[in-house]
């Protein structure tokens, strides 16, 4: 890796892009093939089909309803953000019971509309099994019994210590010991090394957290001259401070044995200080790039999977820089949207700071300033900052400060029994990418604990409309929540040949709540209908997308509304257990509708 030495060669944010993470990548983005266009040859519906509707299957006639692969164009929704709220009581228990206008809600201290509200338990989100369906055409699936938990653990080997993961490694040991038959685990790493796919297998799992090692990109030791620590190298090239500035050249020349070089002055840096403040900083960036990278990456993994989704942070915290910030609160938005909770544990432990540790200082020629300690016990401190953040951000707990982590390890594992999602719209915002604060209280003035995010950072620029659909269908398929503005319902049938396992699935979808549009007489609308299947461990096997243009009569909209539309696709599947997720939407309003069903091929 080449590190930028110079300032002029680092613009903010700093594009210090490292390739990393290896498979988990492969899960950023949504493989879905589209489906092809169908044959003009008729085929015989569904059993469960209405048998006086158009097919999509086929061409209707005057070419009223098309199957087609082309891109639609599509109207973006408005911007929405979503707060999710943990409120505990005096004793540190969830409260339960709060409704809609228990919350006020304010954006840079402006009051705002509370749009929407849900109340989220473990149990929201798993799918609906229903029963097996039998048709005449294949035979009926059975429910499938799919595992309710899933949780990440997620260990920051960019910044943790030898002595953190060796604590770190201990205190799995409890936590796989609990595992219910229902429970799947992952283990992985900031750096990729270490990598574990959603298991039940308790010695993969033991095996993995074996090969956990330190991996900092920063290789400080004794000899480094000048002695730099984080907070000192921001204070130098961010903030420019002229006392950092004094000392850090102080210190080249204790440790140098050289005189101040030709040029600057005492409140200059030495090209040699400026030079190593710029390396500290970028290294540091490209840690916490790496690690809120990697946090995404698992959000959109996990967002796929039924019943609670956990992320377990162990991790040290880390100094967050100006350029990161954004990077952070793109995480707690996503983690909010796809219901993913981040629990954050201080892998340090009772944590007591290192200038405090005779055997942790350790410059052969150590800085006699008082300003040094106070800057290395400001940026261990602000270690806090970060764990806490992501926490509270995404309904999470901070553990910190005890040694107990094994125990705080079991209680990260889980979801908290209730949370609270709130959604508003920003008035007058403006596409600038600037940060806003948000704050939420209680109307009553309770002095309970809230756990909300502490801001949002506006779009930047306006949005291409069909990346931005593309980018909503994603997210909708990378999630579990049953959409209800169009009404969607999905049945599924397999055959069983030589090949293997033919799994066809329907999705009716009713259509009186479409907003269609009039031109030339005709009601027009455009429908995108997505169906992916994930096995049992949540892993994506393989997606179909049909995009149905709509021109339609008024006597043939009036028919088609009392039955509804069916779009048939098949996939071609080995036995096992499955999820199925079918997301429709529609070009005019900008509505959405998903279903989920669990099946099992024997």
């Known amino acids: 890796m080449t590190v930028p030495l110079s300032r002029s060669a680092r613009i903010p944010p700093r594009t210090v892009w490292l390739a990393f993470l290896g498979g988990i990548l492969l899960f950023a983005g949504l493989p879905v093939a589209r489906a092809q266009a169908p044959a003009a040859t008729p085929q015989a519906p569904p059993a469960d089909a209405p048998q006086n509707a158009p097919k999509p ?28 709220v943990v409120v505990r009581d005096n004793d540190g228990k969830v409260v339960t019971n709060l ?13 705002q509309i509370i749009s929407s509200f849900s109340v989220e338990t473990p149990a929201s989100h798993a799918p609906a099994a229903g029963p097996g ?30 002595q953190d993961v060796m604590f770190s490694r201990q205190a799995t040991a409890k936590l796989f010991a609990a595992m219910g038959p229902r429970d799947r685990f992952s283990i992985f790493t900031t750096s990729g090394q270490v990598e574990q796919d959603f298991t ?17 990109l920063a290789q400080n030791t004794p000899a480094d001259c000048p002695p730099m620590n984080l907070q000192e190298a921001y204070m130098i090239v961010e903030a420019t401070d002229p006392a950092s500035i004094q000392v850090a050249n102080q210190d080249y020349m204790n440790c140098s044995g050289n005189s101040p070089l030709p040029g600057p002055t ?9 030079a190593a403040a710029e390396t500290v900083l970028n290294l540091a960036e490209a840690e ?4 809120y990278q990697t946090l995404g990456a698992l959000i959109r993994r996990m967002s796929v999977l039924p019943g609670q989704r956990v992320i377990v942070m162990m991790s040290p915290g880390f100094f967050v820089l100006r350029s990161m910030h954004q990077f952070e609160g793109e995480v707690i938005d996503r983690a909010t949207k796809e219901n993913v909770v981040i629990n954050t544990i201080d892998a340090r432990g009772l944590y007591v700071s290192s200038v405090y540790d005779a055997s942790s200082s350790g410059t052969a020629v150590p800085s006699v300033s008082p300003l040094k300690t106070q800057y290395t016990m400001r940026e261990e401190e602000s270690h806090y900052i970060s764990l806490a953040e992501l926490a509270d951000g995404t309904g999470g707990v901070f553990f910190h400060d005890r040694n107990d982590i094994d125990q705080g390890l079991l209680h990260a594992a889980t979801e908290p029994e209730v949370s609270y999602v709130l959604g508003f719209t920003p008035q007058n915002l403006k596409l600038d990418g600037k940060y806003h604060n948000l704050k939420v209280t209680l109307v009553n003035k309770q002095k309970w604990a809230l756990q909300a995010r502490h801001g949002y950072f506006a779009p930047r620029g306006e949005s291409n409309p069909e990346a931005a659909a593309r980018e909503e269908i994603q997210q909708a398929v990378f999630s579990q929540e049953e959409l209800r503005e169009l009404p969607v319902e999905c049945k599924a049938q397999f055959f069983k ?26 009601n027009q609308d455009t429908l995108t209908i997505t169906t992916a299947i994930f096995d049992e461990n949540g892993s994506m096997l393989t997606g179909l997308q049909r995009v149905l243009d709509m021109r339609l009569k008024d006597e043939t909209l009036e028919r088609v509304n009392k039955t509804g539309l069916n779009v048939k696709l098949s996939f071609d599947l080995q036995p096992g257990t499955f999820l199925v997720r079918t997301v429709v939407r529609d070009s005019e309003g ?3 509708g998903a279903a989920n069903r669990e099946v099992v091929i024997p």
Request: glycine letters at 6%.
């Open 57 to 84: 299957d086929t061409k209707a006639p005057n070419d009223e309803i098309v199957s087609h692969d082309s891109p639609a164009t599509f109207k973006v929704r408005v911007n929405v953000v979503l707060v999710r």
């Open 99 to 111: 409704k809609k206008e228990d919350f006020q809600l304010a954006d840079e201290r402006k009051p």
């Open 133 to 162: 369906e039998a048709t005449s055409e294949g035979t009926s699936v059975k429910a499938a019994d799919l595992p309710q938990r899933f949780v990440t653990l997620f260990f920051d080997d960019l910044h943790l210590s030898l």
């Open 200 to 216: 039940g297998d308790r010695g993969k799992l033991e095996e993995a957290v074996q090969r956990i090692l330190p991996h900092s």
């Open 266 to 274: 005492s409140t200059e840096p030495n090209p040699i200080v400026a």
């Open 288 to 291: 916490e790039q790496r690690t």
């Open 497 to 522: 040949g030589a090949d293997g396992v033919h799994l066809t699935v329907v999705t009716h979808v009713g259509t009186e709540e479409l907003k269609l549009r009039k031109v030339d007489g005709r």
């Open 590 to 592: 900008a509505q959405m």
